[in-house]
């Protein structure tokens, strides 16, 4: 079982910035994902931003250049620096752990971080 903690949402006026943390704990494999989604009232759950174990990211075209996804892989730690927030950015962000061997994933979810853009 893998456990995940968030941290870091809140209300930021347009414009600002905010950096959400999630903490990994538990049998995590050497060779995972991380991630952050969000979901909006009234719509689907969207990734915003995956990382792999060793360092390589995708992000949605939305965040593309604003926000930023990076690893501390000994704290089992994942953050997600965002800038440049929009309102369109309000959003449960929910981070995401993959752990991958072959032929099996095993997927794993936080309890997700209200992030409200607005001013």
């Known amino acids: 079982q893998v456990q995940l903690v968030e941290s870091g949402g809140g209300l930021v006026q347009p414009g600002g910035s905010l950096r959400l943390s999630c903490a990994a704990s538990g049998s995590i494999f050497s060779i995972n994902a991380m991630g952050w989604y969000r979901q909006a009232p009234g719509k689907e759950r969207e990734l915003v931003a995956g990382i792999t174990s060793a360092g390589i990211t995708t992000y949605a075209g939305s965040v593309k250049g604003r926000f930023t996804i990076s690893r501390d892989n000994a704290k089992n730690t994942a953050y997600l620096q965002m800038n440049s927030l929009k309102p369109e950015d309000t959003a449960v962000y929910y981070c995401?752990?993959?752990?991958?061997?072959?032929?099996?994933?095993?997927?794993?979810w936080g309890q997700g971080t209200q992030v409200t853009v607005s001013s």
């Open positions: 995401n752990l993959v752990n991958l061997r072959v032929g099996v994933s095993y997927d794993y």
